[in-house]
């Protein structure tokens, strides 16, 4: 907790030492002496999602370090009135260039603030259709692209829009899929040398994946790179032959590329292959889906490194990669990095693909139905988070990783859920240590066997019962990337691989946010936490720093996440080192899930015979924001009804196939009457994180 006194000979001592910034000499600031200009060399801005072209969210900036960061303080707070609403997730990394910051929200609406003040310089409202159905997991956008002049920015309808920088009037739009057949764009974009790349998500849609590389100028398509081949094309043979598996394989594009200009290669992760669960459709090593990517800058292949082969657990690759130059058993190489849903951090030579260390293909266990893969890659080093999952009440026993299933229930962790899902990862050349964030939240999984439709959830999963009262956790572990081993790890009760990320500085801290409305600076060396401060909601996106003036933010969107259930906002917080007025932290938000489900011996069971859905929950006492509820109860012959109120469509399905309302559209309803006395638990089919309950007493 930021302290709450300072005693008054340090006051004084304030008084007497201040000199103003605008000199350009050191300022004492509450006691600490610090160099209000910035390190020669050092980039005042944040000109890219990732930081700079290498995606290693790291800044030179060293104003603000581990003496002083006791004494940062709120200074400017911005309400965007956008991106409000369950549906809605605020996953954007602020981007400053030229003293102005470039905000998105879940709405894919733009803002320009003025990153000393906060006032807004200008929006553009993207003015979507509440129709569009394709994003899996609720709307959200991870942030922009600059130009010179321009402004890029992907939105969830699958179209990629040029904007003035200084007005935000739009130049061109470019459709690059359709979000009817599945597509959405929740990326970033990367901006070089007059050209925008893009990818688009929509593997668990059954899309194909792909990465586009746009005219900066005109809008106009270059090329496009299908990350599941045609036939005849290498890597076809990956795939059944005969078949067209490839125009539905997945493999789709998550998070925004990385470039090496000297190398002149892009470099991107990919997601699972579709059907997400289903390997019997499919045999093969499904290429290139779950690999990280090498293009040249005419959209051909220089490389690829797949982390899981022929994946049925949806590990998909979706954290961006990072480039790094680091020195591995005594030699300096070029690398890249990839943390990973399955808990490994992947580091390879980034000329070729090869591993920097040792990345052994071990055997593990088989399952003929599911066609899996003989082996798949371990990597030397450290997991950061747990790869066997705990016993819970009726799942006994502790299958670990890579562990298949077919038509009998696994429990398994990590899950399709994290690891690291696509919160960023931070390098710091200071310290050479990456910044992972991990989650451990685990899945039971089953398959059963759906034929394909264009454009609809890809719902391969059989309706199993959920691990109720199983720990939710979460992890922040700097990883050597010299070893790949754990230098120190911080563990939470939160879910960290699909929310904020880390930014590290040469101030030797890391940033982090947390679904509680916390963002935190550590000690980059030995994980200390030095200092925290209440936002108000989750902060589940991407912090960033930069400097106006000779003085250093740190700048962060606090808008909370649809999936892991940390409380919506549409707030945008700066702080930086000061004597002067400061805003006042926010009230503690209510906290996101611990558990899965609900708690049998804490959440009450409410006598109605209405549910509501969220996107994405069930409420039975909506009213009640200190103890909500998902659990109700009726009695024998009671018609339960679930309204969908949320955006997305939801199911109410039972776990054992007592009962399916089928797909509720927003606005309508789905009905049961419950004709005999039990306990009935059931979840959402295409977001099986839902779970609810309904009691049938007799009386």
Same mark, same amino acid.
């Given at each position: 907790?930021? !302290?709450? !006194?300072?005693?008054?000979?340090?006051?004084?001592?304030?008084?007497?030492?201040?000199?103003?910034?605008?000199?350009?000499?050191?300022?004492?600031?509450?006691?600490?002496?610090?160099?209000?200009?910035?390190?020669?060399?050092?980039?005042?801005?944040?000109?890219?999602?990732?930081?700079?072209?290498?995606?290693?969210? &790291?800044?030179?900036?060293?104003?603000?370090?581990?003496?002083?960061?006791?004494?940062?303080?709120?200074?400017?707070?911005?309400?965007?009135?956008?991106?409000?609403?369950?549906? &809605?997730?605020?996953?954007?990394?602020?981007?400053?260039?030229?003293?102005?910051?470039?905000?998105?929200?879940?709405?894919?609406?733009?803002?320009?603030?003025?990153?000393?003040?906060? @006032?807004?310089?200008?929006? &553009?409202?993207? @003015?979507?259709?509440?129709?569009?159905?394709?994003?899996?997991?609720? #709307?959200? /956008?991870?942030?922009?692209?600059?130009?010179?002049?321009?402004?890029?920015?992907?939105?969830? %309808?699958?179209?990629?829009?040029?904007?003035?920088?200084?007005?935000?009037?739009?130049?061109?739009?470019?459709?690059?899929? =359709? #979000? @009817?057949?599945?597509?959405?764009?929740?990326?970033?974009?990367?901006?070089?040398?007059?050209?925008?790349?893009?990818?688009?998500?929509?593997?668990? /849609?059954?899309?194909?994946?792909?990465? *586009?590389?746009?005219?900066?100028?005109?809008?106009?398509?270059?090329?496009?790179?299908?990350?599941?081949?045609?036939? $005849?094309?290498?890597?076809?043979?990956?795939?059944?032959?005969?078949?067209?598996?490839?125009?539905?394989?997945?493999?789709?594009?998550?998070?925004?590329?990385?470039?090496?200009? =000297?190398?002149?290669?892009?470099?991107?992760?990919?997601? /699972?292959?579709?059907?997400?669960?289903?390997?019997?459709?499919?045999?093969?090593?499904?290429?290139?889906?779950?690999?990280?990517?090498?293009?040249?800058?005419?959209?051909?292949?220089?490389?690829?490194?797949?982390?899981?082969?022929?994946?049925?657990?949806?590990?998909?690759?979706?954290?961006?990669?990072?480039?790094?130059?680091?020195?591995?058993?005594?030699?300096?190489?070029?690398?890249?990095?990839?943390?990973?849903?399955?808990?490994?951090?992947?580091?390879? %030579?980034?000329?070729?693909?090869?591993?920097?260390?040792?990345?052994?293909?071990?055997?593990?266990?088989? /399952?003929?139905?599911?066609?899996?893969?003989?082996?798949?890659?371990?990597?030397?080093?450290?997991?950061?988070?747990?790869?066997?999952?705990?016993?819970?009440?009726?799942?006994?026993?502790?299958?670990?990783?890579?562990?298949?299933?077919? @038509?009998?229930?696994?429990?398994?962790?990590?899950?399709?859920?994290?690891?690291?899902?696509?919160?960023?990862?931070?390098?710091?050349?200071? +310290?050479?240590?990456?910044?992972?964030?991990?989650?451990?939240?685990?899945?039971?999984?089953?398959?059963?066997?759906?034929?394909?439709?264009?454009?609809?959830?890809?719902?391969?999963?059989?309706?199993?019962?959920?691990?109720?009262?199983?720990?939710?956790?979460?992890?922040?572990?700097?990883?050597?990337?010299?070893?790949?081993?754990?230098?120190?790890?911080?563990?939470?009760?939160?879910?960290?691989?699909?929310?904020?990320?880390?930014?590290? *500085?040469?101030?030797?801290?890391?940033?982090?946010?947390?679904?509680?409305?916390?963002?935190?600076?550590?000690?980059?060396?030995?994980?200390?936490?030095?200092?925290?401060?209440?936002?108000?909601?989750?902060?589940?996106?991407?912090?960033?720093?930069?400097?106006?003036?000779?003085?250093?933010?740190?700048?962060?969107?606090?808008?909370?996440?649809?999936?892991?259930?940390?409380?919506?906002?549409?707030?945008? #917080?700066?702080?930086?080192?000061?004597?002067?007025?400061?805003?006042?932290?926010?009230?503690?938000?209510?906290?996101?899930? *611990?558990?899965?489900? !609900?708690? =049998?011996?804490?959440?009450?069971?409410?006598?109605?015979?209405?549910?509501?859905?969220?996107?994405?929950?069930?409420?039975? $006492?909506?009213?009640?924001?200190?103890?909500?509820?998902?659990?109700?109860?009726?009695?024998?012959?009671?018609?339960?009804? #679930?309204?969908?109120?949320?955006?997305?469509?939801?199911?109410? +399905?039972?776990?054992?196939?007592?009962?399916?309302?089928?797909?509720?559209?927003?606005?309508?309803?789905?009905?049961?009457?419950?004709?005999?006395?039990?306990?009935?638990?059931?979840?959402?089919?295409?977001?099986?994180?839902?779970?609810?309950?309904?009691?049938?007493?007799?009386?």
């Amino acid at each position: 907790m930021l !302290f709450r !006194f300072i005693g008054l000979i340090v006051g004084l001592l304030v008084a007497a030492a201040f000199i103003s910034v605008a000199s350009g000499r050191s300022v004492a600031t509450l006691g600490i002496v610090t160099n209000v200009q910035p390190a020669p060399g050092a980039n005042t801005d944040w000109s890219s999602v990732g930081g700079a072209l290498n995606n290693q969210r &790291y800044s030179t900036l060293n104003q603000i370090n581990p003496k002083n960061v006791r004494h940062l303080k709120g200074v400017w707070l911005t309400h965007l009135g956008s991106g409000l609403g369950s549906k &809605y997730s605020q996953e954007a990394a602020p981007v400053v260039k030229d003293g102005i910051l470039y905000i998105t929200t879940g709405a894919d609406d733009v803002f320009a603030l003025d990153a000393a003040t906060g @006032h807004k310089k200008w929006m &553009y409202h993207a @003015h979507l259709s509440d129709d569009i159905t394709s994003a899996c997991c609720g #709307w959200d /956008n991870r942030g922009v692209a600059l130009a010179d002049n321009k402004l890029f920015l992907g939105r969830i %309808d699958g179209k990629v829009v040029a904007l003035d920088r200084a007005t935000g009037r739009e130049l061109w739009k470019t459709k690059i899929v =359709e #979000w @009817h057949d599945g597509y959405a764009i929740t990326a970033a974009p990367t901006y070089y040398d007059g050209t925008v790349y893009i990818g688009a998500s929509g593997g668990e /849609n059954a899309a194909r994946g792909r990465l *586009t590389a746009l005219d900066a100028t005109t809008g106009k398509a270059r090329w496009h790179f299908f990350t599941v081949p045609a036939p $005849n094309q290498p890597g076809a043979e990956t795939w059944p032959r005969d078949s067209k598996a490839y125009l539905h394989g997945g493999g789709t594009v998550w998070n925004h590329p990385a470039i090496d200009p =000297e190398l002149k290669l892009i470099y991107f992760a990919t997601g /699972n292959a579709s059907p997400n669960f289903n390997g019997a459709v499919r045999p093969g090593a499904n290429l290139y889906t779950s690999s990280i990517l090498a293009l040249r800058f005419d959209g051909t292949l220089a490389w690829y490194y797949q982390e899981v082969h022929h994946d049925i657990w949806d590990f998909d690759a979706s954290s961006p990669v990072v480039l790094f130059d680091a020195r591995v058993n005594g030699e300096m190489r070029k690398g890249i990095a990839e943390a990973g849903k399955t808990g490994w951090v992947y580091m390879l %030579d980034r000329t070729n693909g090869k591993p920097l260390l040792a990345i052994p293909e071990r055997a593990v266990p088989q /399952n003929a139905n599911q066609h899996t893969a003989s082996t798949q890659p371990y990597p030397t080093g450290d997991a950061t988070v747990p790869q066997c999952t705990e016993p819970v009440k009726n799942f006994p026993g502790s299958p670990c990783i890579f562990t298949p299933f077919w @038509h009998q229930q696994v429990l398994l962790s990590p899950s399709f859920e994290g690891g690291t899902v696509y919160s960023p990862m931070a390098y710091s050349p200071q +310290t050479n240590y990456f910044y992972a964030p991990g989650s451990y939240w685990p899945f039971v999984l089953m398959e059963k066997s759906l034929p394909y439709k264009p454009g609809d959830i890809n719902d391969d999963l059989a309706p199993v019962p959920e691990p109720l009262g199983a720990k939710l956790g979460g992890t922040i572990t700097a990883i050597d990337a010299s070893t790949n081993k754990i230098a120190w790890q911080v563990k939470t009760k939160y879910l960290l691989g699909e929310s904020s990320g880390t930014l590290a *500085t040469a101030g030797g801290l890391v940033f982090t946010g947390q679904p509680d409305g916390n963002l935190i600076a550590y000690n980059a060396n030995d994980g200390t936490k030095l200092w925290q401060w209440q936002t108000g909601a989750g902060v589940d996106a991407p912090a960033t720093t930069y400097a106006v003036n000779g003085q250093q933010y740190v700048a962060v969107a606090a808008g909370g996440n649809s999936v892991t259930g940390s409380h919506n906002g549409d707030a945008v #917080w700066a702080f930086k080192l000061t004597n002067g007025p400061a805003i006042a932290q926010a009230k503690v938000p209510p906290g996101p899930p *611990t558990v899965i489900g !609900f708690r =049998e011996d804490l959440d009450p069971v409410v006598k109605t015979a209405t549910v509501q859905i969220q996107d994405f929950s069930y409420l039975t $006492n909506p009213g009640n924001r200190d103890a909500p509820s998902t659990r109700n109860t009726v009695k024998v012959g009671t018609k339960v009804t #679930w309204i969908n109120l949320g955006d997305q469509p939801h199911t109410a +399905t039972s776990d054992t196939g007592a009962f399916d309302t089928g797909s509720i559209l927003h606005g309508h309803k789905g009905t049961v009457v419950f004709r005999r006395p039990g306990v009935y638990r059931y979840h959402c089919t295409p977001h099986p994180w839902m779970t609810g309950e309904v009691v049938v007493t007799s009386s």
